[in-house]
């Protein structure tokens, strides 16, 4: 869909949006359109429910006597109440609206609204982000689509005073957006598709974008003594693949020590590059399984296709990456995602199974199907080594115990840091991407220990998700960590105002905005 933006001239035919706020308010534009369709506006809204209450549509079929083929009203509520969550899901909603009543194009008068927090460019804009986020769809193999149910909308025009301003704040949502439709892309996709080779192969694509991807294969994951993550992949016949992404953008730090203000590394350890403080990265590490199956501890076959997208985490990392690059985000950022497909073969992990961490820690493999904390393991470790980040989060697919506790509406949120999980919560808040801060702590961390390995990987009965986060904890070493099991997330069944049902891409507006909001301005 084509999105511009252009000056405040309303049309005199085709289909025009216009915004109408609480008690049928008109907007400046609407009382314009009202006007020319002497009256008609007026009268269709009184004659039924809009009342310009948020989320609210009405679209007014060749009204009047002009030569608008619609006209279509959206409610937006109190002005004062507008934000830029309402403004995206309006946007949202425009876009729905007219696209099940099959409009090809219309243009959106958008108005200064009295009382409203921000002005006609960043509302156009706004608008505009939800639109696009709202728009997409995952149809490429629907063959046989019937023309009367293929997308129709092919453009949006914004009409705004500063149109030149508007598309100015768009660019960077456009980017953000760009991110979350990969992610969503790579979600949906089926795992005969994106495997952990194919996955790393998108991840790639971003190298256009001026980030770094090194790509590692079992060869040299076997070299690292990555024995947790390789034993989930070693069922399956496609290669396991580790995937590190580095995005520079507030500027390399020299290697060794010999950094800004002659600072030096304090510490020796091969790989850590020895960063200056600011310098240092933030770490996003994803869980990438491809496909679960359960391993040889099978899961059940009703709703197994579910675990095609098991690989969200990854898949959100790999489009926050996108995101960040995509707007030049001036901060230092790496991505590290553990690739892997969990399947039951003659060459498959066996409940007990013993493995090693490259920590160096032992696990106890009581149950196949608890394969992600083993693949995160492993994934934490080695992005703690090799890069000291400031901090890393981690996204999971994680378990099915968040999905009981929290259901659909919110992702768990656990974390060593008060003031990480604070400051995640807010950007979750500020775009509607939810958090809920679960407990960690030493008696759940007991649940885990094993006779006969330094712990197992699963706990007791109770608190399934907190002993797989209590799992990770043993891999991040007092780095400031958190968590965000994204089980309940990842995936939709119904559309809202800007998620479209199916893989929602959660995490990357999120995580795009936790940097944005208290990493980049320092730069
Ligand atoms: N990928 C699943 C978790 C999951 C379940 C995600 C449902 C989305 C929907 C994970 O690998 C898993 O199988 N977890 C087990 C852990 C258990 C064996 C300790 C679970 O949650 O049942
Ligand atoms: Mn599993
Ligand atoms: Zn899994």
Not at 442 to 448: A, C
Not at 495 to 511: F, Q, S
């Amino acid at each position: 869909m084509k999105l511009a933006f252009a000056a405040p001239d309303l049309p005199e035919k085709g289909v025009v949006v216009a915004f109408v706020l609480e008690d049928r308010e008109l907007s400046a534009s609407a009382r314009i359109l009202n006007d020319r369709l002497r009256g008609a506006l007026v009268r269709v809204m009184e004659a039924g429910r809009f009342k310009g209450k948020k989320d609210q549509v009405l679209a007014i079929p060749a009204p009047g006597e002009g030569s608008y083929d619609r006209v279509v009203l959206v409610g937006l509520g109190k002005a004062g109440d507008i934000d830029t969550m309402r403004a995206q899901a309006a946007g949202g909603r425009i876009c729905a609206a007219l696209a099940s009543d099959g409009v090809k194009s219309a243009s959106v008068a958008v108005d200064v609204l009295e009382g409203a927090e921000f002005g006609a460019a960043e509302m156009a804009a706004e608008l505009a982000y939800g639109a696009r986020l709202r728009s997409y769809r995952f149809d490429k193999y629907l063959t046989k689509q019937k023309e009367e149910d293929k997308p129709t909308l092919e453009a949006l025009t914004f009409l705004c005073d500063n149109h030149t301003r508007a598309r100015k704040l768009f660019a960077p949502l456009d980017a953000i957006a760009a991110g979350v439709t990969f992610t969503r892309d790579l979600v949906s996709e089926p795992a005969n598709v994106i495997y952990p080779e194919s996955l790393a192969a998108k991840a790639k694509t971003l190298e256009d974008l001026g980030v770094e991807v090194e790509v590692l294969g079992e060869k040299e994951m076997r070299k690292l003594g990555m024995g947790a993550l390789l034993g989930v992949g070693q069922g399956s016949g496609r290669e396991s693949q580790l995937v590190v992404m580095q995005w520079w953008g507030a500027g390399k730090p020299d290697a060794e020590g010999k950094g800004k203000k002659g600072k030096k590394s304090t510490k020796s350890d091969a790989g850590s590059e020895g960063l200056d403080e600011a310098k240092r990265p933030l770490a996003f590490i994803g869980k990438g399984v491809t496909f679960d199956t359960g391993g040889i501890s099978i899961k059940p076959a009703a709703g197994m296709e579910d675990m095609k997208w098991d690989m969200a985490g990854s898949a959100a990392v790999i489009g926050l990456m996108k995101a960040l690059a995509g707007r030049r985000a001036a901060a230092n950022v790496v991505g590290v995602v553990g690739l892997v497909e969990n399947m039951p073969s003659g060459t498959a992990q066996r409940p007990g199974d013993i493995v090693t961490s490259m920590s160096g820690q032992t696990i106890e493999v009581l149950n196949t199907d608890a394969e992600g904390r083993l693949v995160l393991a492993d994934a934490l470790w080695y992005t703690k080594i090799r890069f000291e980040p400031r901090l890393m989060v981690d996204l999971a697919t994680l378990t099915g115990a968040i999905i009981i506790a929290l259901g659909n509406e919110m992702a768990g949120l656990f974390s060593n840091d008060d003031g990480l999980a604070t400051r995640l919560s807010a950007a979750g808040k500020a775009v509607g991407e939810l958090l809920w801060r679960m407990p960690l702590g030493e008696e759940y961390d007991k649940s885990i220990k094993s006779d006969a390995a330094d712990m197992k990987n699963i706990g007791n009965r109770g608190a399934g998700s907190i002993t797989a986060a209590q799992f990770l904890q043993r891999f991040v070493d007092g780095t400031p960590w958190a968590h965000l099991d994204i089980a309940g997330v990842a995936w939709s069944k119904k559309d809202a105002a800007i998620v479209p049902k199916g893989g929602t891409g959660y995490g990357v507006r999120l995580l795009d905005r936790f940097v944005a909001e208290n990493y980049e301005e320092e730069a």
